[in-house]
């Protein structure tokens, strides 16, 4: 992580360490090893960059939604880039492309794209949406573990968003 971020929930950092797991051993997860079609075990540099590709989605998960990305001031959430993605983990862009169809046909990642439409009547993309499944939470047994810190997260939220609410009720009542 950069070294500017605030640090982590002890949950996402502990399935970071899990998850380093898969490179010694392939049978920890297996559907990302059976990803690739073959019976054949997943090369180690294809492994290498799953691994990479997860690690920074799970640095940039929201844990009330478990949705990948940057949550707003407003309410809003914005997604993150592939090219972003692969930045920080340090892969380039198409060897992150395959990574992510792996994670993605392994069922590790859900991906949502999302296009808007224009004034000319075309469509823009937008960066997807992307989630990781409570099951990969499951598969290291931290199931029970996250439940208790969604709630603490979203608690959190909530106390945020009513703080920013009432600033800004007086704000507005200072101006008038």
Do not use: M
């Amino acid at each position: 992580p950069p070294s500017h971020h605030a640090p982590h929930p002890k949950i996402l950092v502990k399935l970071q360490e899990a998850v380093r797991a898969y490179f010694a051993d392939p049978a920890v997860l297996p559907s990302l090893n059976a990803a690739n079609g073959s019976a054949r075990q997943q090369r180690s540099e294809r492994r290498e960059a799953c691994l990479s590709l997860l690690g920074a989605l799970i640095h940039y998960l929201d844990l009330v939604t478990l949705r990948v990305g940057i949550p707003q001031a407003d309410s809003t959430f914005k997604g993150l880039t592939l090219e972003f993605l692969a930045e920080r983990a340090g892969l380039g862009l198409r060897r992150a492309e395959r990574a992510c169809r792996d994670l993605r046909r392994a069922g590790l990642v859900e991906i949502y794209p999302i296009a808007q439409k224009t004034e000319d009547d075309r469509y823009k993309g937008l960066p997807a949406i992307r989630r990781l499944p409570v099951s990969l939470f499951k598969v290291f047994g931290l199931s029970r573990w996250l439940q208790h810190e969604r709630d603490k997260a979203s608690r959190r939220q909530r106390r945020q968003r009513h703080r920013r609410e009432a600033a800004e009720t007086e704000t507005a009542a200072g101006r008038r």
